[in-house]
T-cell receptor, first 118, second 119 residues
Framework: DSGVTQTPKHLITATGQRVTLRCSPR?????VYWYQQSLDQGLQFLIQ???????AKGNILERFSAQQFPDLHSELNLSSLELGDSALYFC?????????????????FGAGSRLTVL | AQKITQTQPGMFVQEKEAVTLDCTYD???????LFWYKQPSSGEMIFLIY??????QNATEGRYSLNFQKARKSANLVISASQLGDSAMYFC????????????????FGQGTILTVHP
């Protein structure tokens, strides 16, 4: 158990629907990162939050949004779902937000939420 | 933009043998961090080893070592005494710097190498 909790583990839904993925970071970690893993795109960074504030944005579609709450858990909202959104969505957490680039600040990943859009 | 390249889609190794997984990176930054993660068939991402760009010695963690060749921009993972449980996808990743020269911590990943360990 990595200490990062993601729910649900599996989700099957239809095109056009909306889903919410939830992540609880490891105790003491203030940063949360969302990644999407698909066969054709590999592991893609979506967005990062630190202590409730957005810190970095990657290849996140406008149909997707995220937030981090005061208790530090985070939610990734995916709307108007398309077949191509089927993927494994990872949440990761780390202690810091702005760190020396060569520093460790290891990202600890959750087990992922596997989304299937039919 | 920084880029990570893993040129070996798949690798095979005999149990108890050593194997090297290749990773090259492209960056104009002087300060960066390099990471290896393992993803077994169950799907979770497991951190293995880290190397900072200013570290003079190659990182080691148990049976894992990182062959860091800065001039060649390579950070190959060496797994010694392979075990059946080492069969998994392995990802090389780099810490990205933001515009200010520090980092918000996010990682950029390569495409991965599938390692299969034969008994």
């Amino acid at each position: 158990d990595s200490g990062v909790t993601q729910t649900p583990k599996h989700l099957i839904t239809a095109t056009g629907q909306r889903v919410t993925l939830r992540c609880s970071p490891r105790s003491g970690d203030l940063s949360v990162y969302w990644y999407q893993q698909s066969l054709d795109q590999g592991l893609q960074f979506l967005i990062q939050y630190y202590n409730g504030e957005e810190r970095a944005k990657g290849n996140i579609l406008e149909r997707f949004s995220a937030q981090q709450f005061p208790d530090l858990h985070s939610e990734l909202n995916l709307s108007s779902l398309e077949l191509g959104d089927s993927a494994l969505y990872f949440c990761a957490s780390s202690v810091g937000a702005q760190v020396p680039t060569s520093g460790a600040n290891v990202l600890t990943f959750g087990a992922g939420s596997r989304l299937t859009v039919l | 933009a920084q880029k990570i390249t893993q040129t070996q889609p798949g690798m095979f190794v005999q149990e108890k043998e050593a194997v090297t997984l290749d990773c090259t990176y492209d960056t104009s930054d002087q300060s960066y961090g390099l990471f290896w993660y393992k993803q077994p068939s169950s799907g979770e991402m497991i951190f293995l080893i880290y190397q900072g760009s200013y570290d003079e010695q190659n990182a080691t963690e148990g049976r894992y070592s990182l062959n860091f060749q800065k001039a060649r921009k390579s950070a190959n993972l060496v797994i010694s005494a392979s075990q059946l449980g080492d069969s998994a996808m392995y990802f090389c990743a780099m810490r990205e710097a933001n515009a200010g020269g520090t980092s918000y911590g996010k990682l950029t990943f390569g495409q991965g190498t599938i390692l299969t360990v034969h008994p």
